[in-house]
């Protein structure tokens, strides 16, 4: 047993003597294969860092050539004599149900947001697109039946006596969309906004708000017109807020000139639409005349921005009338007269977030600007003696806008009045005046989303001194759909 234990070892040798030559090659390959193995991913690993790198360096250059649009490169001409405002003030970054700040035209493009938050940019190029609005549904009760089931418009009340039976309603019709595009171009900052709701002619039709272009201090679009001052409009949580205020959305080809960082003078030529109403005494609801209007409307607006608010004054010159056929032959006869309008506006910061805005318009022919006298005819009729005259008008309203000590929760109250000076071609039930009152409690709990409940009460007085009234108790609900960081603290 012991001699067999011994033999093994002489076995082993024996064995490890008879690998062919064939067999110690292949052994080697392998070595040498495996050796080739360790230094191809060694040689691997080091091209991946110079990838990196190589791709670093190119990221670089691409910044360098295409820096983010930040809100000071959008500023051209920074060694220009005069110097623009660099931010907007306050008063345009009040929180507001509405986003209307945001759609408005500004001096040299200004953003309202320095930080520009939300944009983001087109591939590789200079261009900044965001995408914004908001989602919104309304949930009204009126007390009496309501002449607009959607937008509490004082002049739309009927007339007493009428049914004072409650009605409700909900829709989603003020819900909006929009996109902005900025760029910063050789020939000066370009914005490009568009904007959209469901007000129109159907229940969920689709209706569109703005679609304009601005390089630098130059706009061609549809947009707000330069007579109206969106700044100093409340904060409502009903669409359309106070009867008396100037509001009015078309097309025009306007210029602001800063004249300094304060000051500044806007030139506008805006669509003209004569809102005109003649009538047979026989037939008052029949149209006779044709509204025609020869030139467009012209807007001058001046307007003073301050840390703490604004001021502005606007005119607007314009030409309403229209033609119609003499009774009884085929003849027709055309008459125009002449409209003008002032509008003082502004909106004031009194005590630590809270403001006070107001609005004060009176003209002859500006009756398509005011809100509650929109489509009623009231830019012009017939005299006493037949002739032709621009409609006098008045529109205002103040209000105050209060934050609370409790975070979070912030009111407004609203007082409006809109009034018309009645002429002797105006029916008997044609507008007079209307009185617009509203209050309330807006809470945004928590980042985008807002809640807000308001009451409305308003009266109408018409031509022969008849009377309807109004009373509404509104709750909306608010998503944006972007919201800016500074307000989502």
Known sequence: MKSGITALPALFLITLGTLTPAETTQVAEFNDLRTQLE?????????????????????????????????TQLIPGAQAQVTPITTAPQLQQRELFS?????????????????????????????????????????????????????FVTSSFPLEPAASSNSSNIHIR????????????????????????FF???????????????????????????FMDIDSFPDTVDFEGPGGGVF???????????????????FS???????????????????????????????VRYRYEDPRGHVQLGTVLRSVGGAAQVPGTTSF????????????????????????LFQLAYGRGIGRYIEDLVGLGADASLNASKHLEATPALGTFFAYQHYWKKPNWRSTATYGYAEVQNQAGHPATFYHKTNYLSGNVIWNPVGSLNIGAEYMYGNLTVKDGSRGFGSRMQLSVQYDLFKWAREAK
């Open 39 to 71: 230094a191809l991913k060694e040689e691997q690993a080091r091209s991946l860092q110079r990838i990196e790198s190589l791709e670093k360096r190119i990221d670089a250059i691409e910044k360098a050539q295409h820096p983010p649009v930040a809100y």
């Open 99 to 151: 986003q209307d700040r945001t759609a408005a035209a500004r001096i040299d493009n200004v953003p309202l947001d320095p930080d520009m938050t939300g944009f983001f940019r087109l591939g590789n190029t200079p261009t900044m697109l965001r995408l914004g609005g908001y989602a919104k549904a309304d949930f009204i009760h009126d007390f009496k039946l309501p002449g607009n089931p959607d937008m």
């Open 174 to 197: 003020q819900s909006r969309i929009s996109a902005e595009i900025r760029r910063q171009a050789d020939f000066g900052n370009l914005r490009a906004y568009f904007e959209g709701d």
């Open 200 to 226: 129109g002619a159907g229940p969920t039709i689709f209706n569109l708000r703005h679609l304009y272009g601005q390089v630098h201090n130059f706009l061609v679009g549809w947009s707000f017109s330069a």
């Open 248 to 266: 009015l959305r078309q097309p025009e080809v306007r210029y602001t000139w800063p004249l300094t960082k304060a000051n500044s003078v806007a």
């Open 269 to 299: 030529v805006e669509k003209p639409t004569t809102d005109i109403l003649v009538t047979n005494p026989n037939y008052p609801n029949i149209q006779l005349a044709t509204p025609t209007s020869p030139i467009p409307d012209f807007v």
């Open 333 to 356: 006869v055309t008459a125009h007269t002449f409209g003008w309008g002032l509008n003082l506006s502004g909106a004031w910061q009194t005590y630590g977030k809270d403001s006070i």
